[in-house]
T-cell receptor, first 113, second 117 residues
Framework: NAGVTQTPKFRVLKTGQSMTLLCAQD?????MYWYRQDPGMGLRLIHY???????AKGEVPDGYNVSRLKKQNFLLGLESAAPSQTSVYFC????????????FGPGTRLTVT | AQSVAQPEDQVNVAEGNPLTVKCTYS??????LFWYVQYPNRGLQFLLK??????LVKGSYGFEAEFNKSQTSFHLKKPSALVSDSALYFC???????????????FGKGTKLSVIP
């Protein structure tokens, strides 16, 4: 099993450009999450999904959109990138039972200039 | 709303000494508590969790954590630190009941552990 994979690993964008980050998991997990990690801030939840076709806002959703058309994939979109979105983005997934732990991808380092 | 506090940004410990990384939490329902470790330029790795039962939870790499309901704490411990334990440690909480909090894992800001040879 590959676990949770993220594409791309690194990206540099100019202000105003758009991009999509792809997260894929091969563990048949119900729940998927997108976080951003900034120094001294810990991990903050952007959006999450409790199943195929469903999405919900997390703590810091502004400027991001998500889609979960297939159970194994969770896409994070930036329509018009801003320097404040420079961060490391992590995807995670977990199985349905509430006591299950989350499995994290390796991260995407995004720089917006 | 649920929250996690890790009061120490950094913990330094000598190799071979016991280590403790502190965590306190706030949640409306029963807490599900987790510890994760992050090595440089890597994703988070699961260490251990408390869901129910024994207050002392054992996890990976010799780590353990003690759940204290009255103090709302879940401190991470290891009897003898290794240099390879140096990393960033995150405590996290999820509400064990129903509602939006049961879907979301809330993280602390992290504690950087440095084990000195």
């Amino acid at each position: 099993n590959a676990g949770v994979t993220q594409t791309p690993k690194f990206r540099v964008l100019k202000t105003g450009q758009s991009m999509t980050l792809l997260c894929a998991q091969d563990m048949n997990h119900e729940y998927m999450y997108w976080y951003r990690q900034d120094p001294g801030m810990g991990l903050r939840l952007i959006h999450y999904s409790v199943g195929e076709g469903t999405t919900a806002k997390g703590e810091v959703p502004d400027g991001y959109n998500v889609s979960r058309l297939k159970k194994q994939n969770f896409l994070l979109g930036l329509e018009s990138a801003a320097p404040s979105q420079t961060s490391v983005y992590f995807c995670a997934s977990r199985p349905g039972p509430p006591g299950g732990e989350q499995y994290f991808g390796p991260g995407t380092r995004l720089t917006v200039t | 709303a649920q929250s996690v506090a890790q009061p120490e940004d950094q913990v330094n410990v000598a190799e071979g000494n016991p280590l403790t990384v502190k965590c306190t939490y706030s949640v409306s329902g029963n807490p599900y508590l987790f510890w994760y470790v992050q090595y440089p330029n890597r994703g988070l790795q699961f260490l251990l969790k408390y869901i129910t039962g024994d207050n002392l939870v054992k996890g990976s790499y010799g780590f353990e954590a003690e759940f204290n309901k009255s103090q709302t704490s879940f401190h991470l411990k290891k009897p003898s630190a290794l240099v390879s334990d140096s990393a960033l440690y995150f405590c996290a909480v999820r509400d064990g009941g129903s509602g939006a909090g049961s879907y979301q894992l809330t993280f602390g800001k992290g504690t950087k552990l440095s084990v000195i040879p």
